[in-house]
């Protein structure tokens, strides 16, 4: 990960948290629209769901620079969601549709470099769960 990636991913990251309500409610929309197979998958409360995605996006941006402490976390997250019945394909359709709710929230702001930033970020996570995923089946 590049000082520049990062900068740009906790620049952006800092004007979509005063939003995240509306932005992640927005998120929450487009998935369930485009994906309407995730949908049954949620069983719990959106608003708890929510606090607790930004949460966690927001120990992942905080630890850019230096992930190795985080990873562990992030590889039980990704157990969890192997439980939750995630699979591997999902990932890259979540993907797609988060980024294109941080472009609504941020308009011009939302420049081709943040929108490679963030995809960088996102890819590496989703690697780092689904491999959580994989060693806590074998
Ligand atoms: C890579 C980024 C992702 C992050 C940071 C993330 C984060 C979280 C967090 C923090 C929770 C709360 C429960 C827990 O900690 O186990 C959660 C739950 C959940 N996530 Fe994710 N998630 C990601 C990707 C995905 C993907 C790709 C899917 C696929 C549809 C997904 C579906 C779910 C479901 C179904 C739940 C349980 C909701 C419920 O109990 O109602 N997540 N996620």
New binding site residues.
């Given amino acids: 990960m590049s000082p520049q990636t990062a900068a740009l991913v906790r620049d952006s990251w800092a004007e979509i948290v005063p939003m995240r309500k509306r932005v992640c409610a927005d998120f929450y929309h487009r998935?369930f629209a485009r994906y309407p197979e995730?949908h049954p998958?949620?069983?719990?409360?959106?608003e708890r769901?929510t606090a607790?995605?930004v949460?966690?996006?927001n120990t992942?941006v905080s630890a850019l620079d230096n992930p190795e402490p985080v990873i562990p976390l992030i590889k039980t997250?990704g157990a969890?969601?192997a439980d939750?019945?995630?699979e591997d394909a999902?990932?890259d359709?979540?993907?797609a549709v988060l980024l294109d709710s941080f472009a609504d929230a941020l308009g011009e702001r939302f420049t081709p470099d943040v929108r490679a930033a963030w995809a960088a970020v996102?890819a590496e996570?989703?690697v780092t769960?689904r491999r959580g995923a994989e060693e806590a089946v074998h």
């Fill in positions: 998935l995730l998958l949620f069983k719990g409360d959106i769901q607790l995605f949460t966690m996006l992942v997250l969890r969601h939750y019945g995630v999902d990932y359709k979540f993907s996102y996570l989703a769960m």
